[in-house]
């Protein structure tokens, strides 16, 4: 699981610095990821 974040955390800085507006769009995706993994 650990594993997991770091590599959304990657993401997540790869997409911010092409597009700042990227961020809010992982930060939903992850949140929906999270619920349907419950």
Sequence with gaps: ?????RNIRLLINAINSVNPMGIAIVA?????????GR
């Design 28 to 36: 939903l995706s992850v949140a929906a990821l999270a619920l349907l």
């Design 1 to 5: 699981m650990r594993g997991f974040v």
